[in-house]
């Protein structure tokens, strides 16, 4: 999220919203926007995690604990240290892009702690989104 | 591919506690959608 932060005009420019979807509560999203100074990028929270499901989005201890996470986790507390967990710990991420006609133009699935897709390719896909 | 019933009908709630449909937040325009793996 905090690497969105500096892109977030530029979606706005080109028409997309970016909304930020956590398993916390709301007062630990709040308290996380302020952390990452991120208050400009909405943030909803899912405690019942049924958006992640209906996304399709992993859930796994495994998953979460894999040694290939281990490196992404390293560098990700080096660029920005981690506090304590606010969320269900073994929920993975991902992402989506949803036109207002409910159309999916483009979906990632992390597949590990720590994948995610790179903020080049949530833009590249945000312009074909508008554009198609 | 199309967006299910069951992910526009899924319940979140605003930093301020408010509920909402997720749907409600591609009604006017597109969303970029990001589920982050924990607050942390």
Redesign the interface.
């Known amino acids: 999220?905090a690497e969105?932060r500096p892109h977030v005009d530029e979606?706005r420019t080109l028409?997309?919203?970016?909304?930020?979807?956590?398993?916390?509560t709301?007062a630990?999203?709040?308290?996380?926007?302020q952390h990452i100074h991120a208050e400009s990028i909405?943030?909803?929270?899912?405690?019942?995690l049924?958006?992640?499901?209906?996304?399709g989005?992993k859930r796994s201890v495994f998953r979460?604990l894999h040694p290939k996470s281990w490196a992404r986790g390293i560098k990700a507390m080096i660029a920005h240290p981690?506090?304590?967990?606010?969320?269900?710990?073994w929920?993975?991420?991902?992402?989506?892009?949803?036109?207002?006609d409910?159309?999916?133009?483009w979906?990632y699935v992390?597949d590990a702690?720590g994948d995610h897709p790179a903020i080049a390719t949530?833009l590249d896909e945000?312009r074909k989104?508008?554009a198609a | 591919?199309?967006?299910?019933e069951?992910?526009?009908g899924?319940?979140?709630?605003?930093?301020?506690?408010t509920e909402?449909a997720?749907?409600d937040?591609?009604?006017?325009?597109?969303?970029?959608?990001?589920?982050?793996?924990?607050?942390?």
Do not use: C, K, N
């Open positions: 999220m969105l979606l028409g997309v919203e970016p909304w930020v979807i956590g398993s916390g709301p630990e999203a709040r308290d996380f926007q909405p943030v909803v929270v899912d405690q019942a049924a958006s992640y499901r209906a996304a989005m979460t981690q506090r304590r967990t606010a969320g269900d710990p929920q993975l991420g991902g992402a989506m892009i949803v036109r207002p409910g159309d999916v133009r979906r992390s702690a949530l945000a989104a508008v | 591919m199309r967006a299910s069951e992910l526009a899924a319940t979140v709630v605003d930093t301020d506690g909402r997720l749907g937040l591609w009604r006017e325009r597109p969303a970029l959608l990001l589920w982050v793996r924990h607050f942390g």
